[in-house]
Nanobody, 126 residues
């Protein structure tokens, strides 16, 4: 089993920044990509970003492009989501996930991921 633990969420004013972390642990696994999704109240979960592990290719949702970046610490098996210029519409529970098998570089959807964290709440006040 693979465990993912998110941290770094909180309350921030619009225009502020937060850095989310997602640490992976558990049995040895092949890491093809790690992604971030979010779910706002009464809305469907949506893709935010992913990093393809072997190539370091990163992709972002249009709504966060230019404001969010994704990075990683291989030694700690951790991926980070740096969120800048936050907006009230970024308010959501943020989840990280890991894909342990090849998905043809398509990691934009929930179905590409095998393990999920429990989420961390981000609230952006106006």
């Amino acid at each position: 089993q693979v465990q993912l633990v998110e941290s770094g969420g909180g309350l921030v004013q619009a225009g502020g920044s937060l850095r989310l972390s997602c640490a992976a642990s558990g049995r040895s696994f092949s890491n093809y990509a790690m992604g971030w999704f979010r779910q706002a109240p009464e809305k469907e979960q949506q893709f935010v970003a992913f990093m393809e592990w072997s190539t370091r290719r990163a992709e972002f949702a249009y709504s966060v492009k230019g404001r969010f970046t994704i990075s990683r610490d291989d030694a700690k098996n951790t991926v980070f989501l740096q969120m800048n210029a936050l907006k009230p519409e970024d308010t959501a529970v943020y989840y990280c996930a890991v894909a342990t098998s090849w998905r043809g570089s398509n990691y934009y959807t929930r179905g590409a991921y095998d393990y999920w964290g429990r989420g961390t709440q981000v609230i952006v006040s106006s």
